[in-house]
């Protein structure tokens, strides 16, 4: 067994699973409540083709995902704000073609590209010093506009026709929303990778949303689940030498459904007095 203290790297693991925490309680939960997973998780998807971009044109790797997945966040938010439940059709073809051209790019670029999977599946004892910053400052942007406009946040939410009424620009907070997926889908992409972040970001944001009754709790017991699962599976795939990422999401995964058989319990006891 190893003793993951004794790794000096640890310390940045650690601050990287709390701070990615922030960004995942306000972010997961936001997507959850206006019903926006099945969005997210298309941009996550194509978000592939900026690391082939990346690849094929030897540029560096963040901004290029970053900039790929923004594109692909708008054209969604532009084309289905309007109609958000017949929004299928056009998420599949972002999808699919965000991770063809990633395929196909990385496929022809010359050499063996090794790291390509630690893109798709990530690993948080990846996580550097610069990871550490850039994932702060984007938790500093979400807190401040969570703050700054929680009330609007809260009305595009739970009411968009009442906020559209109201004057709030329901349609530019739903492309917001949609940005800020985007961007916090790249940043933990060094977490859980590409294929999986979309899990972290949503599994945690529907427990909260069943054991809590408002927005704000809901953005802290997401962040505090969040993290749990973060380190718990670290733990665990240190302790059995597994990847980390997929043990991360099992974890969660396993937690939520511990918590719809607990809430099925208690409904049905309920229901017998």
């Known amino acids: 067994m190893l003793d993951i203290s004794t790794f000096d790297f640890m310390k940045y693991v650690l601050l990287g699973a709390l701070l990615a925490s922030v960004a995942c309680g306000i972010v997961g939960t936001l997507i959850?409540?206006?019903?926006?997973?099945?969005?997210?998780?298309?941009?996550?998807?194509a978000a592939y083709g900026g690391v082939g971009i990346s690849i094929y044109f030897n540029l560096p790797l963040l901004p290029?995902?970053?900039v790929f997945s923004i594109i692909c966040s708008q054209i969604l938010?532009?084309?289905t704000s309007r109609s958000r439940y017949k929004s299928d059709a056009?998420?599949?073809?972002?999808?699919?073609?965000g991770m063809s051209i990633g395929a196909l790019l990385v496929n022809l670029s010359p050499g063996y590209h090794a790291d390509v999977m630690g893109y798709l599946f990530g690993s948080i004892l990846t996580i550097v010093p610069k990871d550490i910053i850039v994932i702060g400052l984007l938790d500093l942007l979400l807190l401040w506009w969570t703050i700054l406009f929680y009330g609007e946040i809260l009305a595009v939410s739970y009411d968009p026709e009442f906020?559209?009424?109201?004057?709030?620009?329901a349609r530019l907070f739903y492309q917001l929303i949609l940005l800020f997926s985007a961007i916090t889908v790249v940043v933990l992409?060094?977490?859980?990778?590409?294929?999986?972040?979309i899990a972290l970001l949503s599994i945690p944001s529907y427990i909260a949303e069943d054991i809590t009754a408002s927005l704000k709790k809901m953005f802290a017991v997401c962040a505090l689940?969040?993290?749990?699962?973060l380190i718990a599976g670290?733990?665990?795939?240190?302790?059995?030498?597994?990847?980390p990422g997929p043990t991360i999401i099992i974890s969660a995964t396993v937690m939520f459904i511990l918590v719809k058989i607990a809430n099925r319990i208690v409904a049905k006891n309920k229901s017998n007095f």
Do not use: C, E, P
């Open 77 to 79: 938010g532009h084309t």
């Open 32 to 45: 959850v409540v206006n019903r926006l997973v099945f969005l997210a998780g298309g941009i996550a998807h």
């Open 225 to 229: 689940l969040t993290l749990t699962f």
């Open 90 to 97: 056009m998420v599949g073809i972002i999808w699919a073609v």
């Open 64 to 66: 290029s995902v970053l």
């Open 234 to 243: 670290l733990a665990i795939s240190v302790y059995l030498d597994l990847q």
């Open 189 to 197: 992409m060094r977490f859980v990778g590409l294929i999986l972040v």
């Open 163 to 169: 906020a559209i009424v109201s004057g709030i620009k």
